[in-house]
Structure formats: C-alpha cells, structure tokens
C-alpha cells in the first residue's frame, strides 16, 4: 500500500493545492497528515482534496482544534487522533507525531516498523534498528522546498516528493 505522508501547511493552500495534485498523480490509497494545519480551513481544503483515509495528529499551530474538530466531522474519511496516533496499516505498526524529539524516542522503543513526524520542516528519513523514522518536510514553502513523503508500507521504503507550486504574480 502507497500512503502519502504531509506536514506543516501553514495556511498556505496555494502549495497544498499543489501538492495535493502531485499527491493524486502518486495515487496513495490513504494519507497522513503530522500537523501545523494552522486555521481550520486548511484542514478543509485537505479534506476535500483527497477522498481516501487520512489519519491527522495535531501540531503547535493547530490553535482552533474545537473548529478542526468540527470540520473533521463533516469528512467521515478524516480521523483525529490525540498527540499520538498509533495505527496499523497493512500491517505495519505505525506512530504519527509531530514533535521529532518524541518521535525519535517513539523509534528508537522499536515498538514500531515505522514512524512519522513533522514540526522542523526539513526533509529526512532515518533508520533505527527496524524502524524506519522519517519527515515528509514542509508544505507551507518557509526553506524554499516545498515536499511530502510516500512510504510504501510492502518494502517500508519512503520517498520524498518535491513540489514546484504555481507562484501567483
């Protein structure tokens, strides 16, 4: 199974759009998104703009979470979780977190075959032991790079994908 992993869209639905195509040209039968929605209506956008599962772990700015929670609501395809999502997908034991000092610890517990995280906006992918522990970067553009992340759960292998959005003059 193909999933697409995103972070931290900053209100910026300009990129989301973007990557949002990108994302739908990848064809991932499900998404995870790490936080930093920012406003309400981002989420929104991310729901409307892909129809599959997408499984939402909350950031530092995600201020208006009873609104976020409201407009998940309205997407029966959008589940929140807590700070922590843990979740079995394919089976893959799978962590989403935002913060990459808890995530880090999440794999290096070697609880899980695979762990996400966001916040930092910068691209990696690490192995610990068995577990693979990776950010998809940043969707709202701050470090010039705008990207998310495919994680292929039959071989655990994860690919970021860079995104030249449409800048708008």
Known sequence: MKVAVLSDIHDRLDHLNAVLKAVA????ERLFFLGDFCAPFSLAALAEGFSGPIDVVFGNNDGDQFLLCQIAGKHSHVSLHAPLAELDVDGRKVALQHYPEIARRLAESGVYDAVF???????????IG?????????????????????WETSTNGFDHIEVAPKTEN
Do not use: C, K
């Open 25 to 28: 040209e990848a064809a991932p």
């Open 117 to 127: 995280s966001g916040h930092d906006h910068q691209r990696y992918v690490h192995q």
């Open 130 to 150: 068995e577990t693979l522990w990776a950010n998809p970067g940043e969707i709202m553009g701050r470090f010039g790079v705008v990207s998310f992340g495919l």
